[in-house]
């Protein structure tokens, strides 16, 4: 199997992995609204460890699609937001907001690389700022042993746009809907 047929694979993984957190996310959204189990908490859990690996190769596929042209903020925003991917899994409370600003670093710089569909990447970067500032909100004020349902329902919503931005590249790079490479210019 070729690289370009890897890369292009790794784009459905993408959407795999999206569409698995932002059921992950709704099942968040219904227990902040009163309505769920602790059943769906564990649900939620146990899906966010695997979607999150899957991510993760989503990721290396969509930043591989445009490795050459994205330049010094691409590479960073790439590693950023796949090393904050390990450190979540080992719990650490700061690795949500360095995900956020990779992601936004990424999606910026694909912008400027013009591979993905602009859209789709103005709705990533939306759902990674609404997602950083919440979690940001959420590691600034100590809410004791439990954060207000209204923030946790503000996070998973600031998910669910961030969660469509990334299915909306996976499905770009997957069916090969993606531009051609531009040399950014300095």
């Known amino acids: 199997m070729s690289l370009s047929a890897l890369i292009r694979w790794g784009g459905l993984i993408a959407v795999i992995a999206a569409v698995l957190l932002l059921i992950a996310d709704l099942v968040v959204l219904v227990n902040a609204l009163g309505q769920g189990s602790s059943?769906?908490?564990l649900f939620r859990t146990a899906i966010s460890q695997s979607a999150g690996a899957l991510l993760?190769?989503?990721l290396v596929a969509l930043y591989a699609q445009q490795a050459e042209?994205?330049?010094?903020?691409?590479?960073?925003g790439f590693l950023a937001a796949f090393l904050s991917l390990w450190l979540a899994a080992q719990d650490i409370l700061w690795a949500a907001l360095?995900?956020?600003?990779?992601?936004v670093l990424f999606g910026v710089a694909s912008i400027g690389a013009r591979?993905?569909?602009?859209?789709?990447l103005i709705v990533l970067i939306a759902g990674a700022v609404l997602a950083g500032v919440v979690n940001l909100l959420l590691l600034a004020i100590d809410f004791g042993a439990r954060a207000p349902g209204f923030m946790v329902g503000l996070g998973?919503?600031?998910d669910v746009i961030f969660f469509v931005g990334?299915?909306?590249?996976?499905?770009?790079?997957?069916t090969g809907r993606v531009g051609e490479p531009r040399r950014l210019t300095s």
């Open 39 to 41: 059943g769906g908490l």
């Open 56 to 58: 993760a190769l989503g």
């Open 69 to 76: 042209v994205a330049g010094y903020l691409g590479l960073v």
């Open 98 to 103: 360095l995900a956020n600003i990779g992601w």
């Open 115 to 120: 591979i993905y569909p602009r859209i789709a």
């Open 156 to 158: 998973a919503i600031a």
């Open 166 to 174: 990334v299915a909306w590249l996976g499905i770009s790079l997957f």
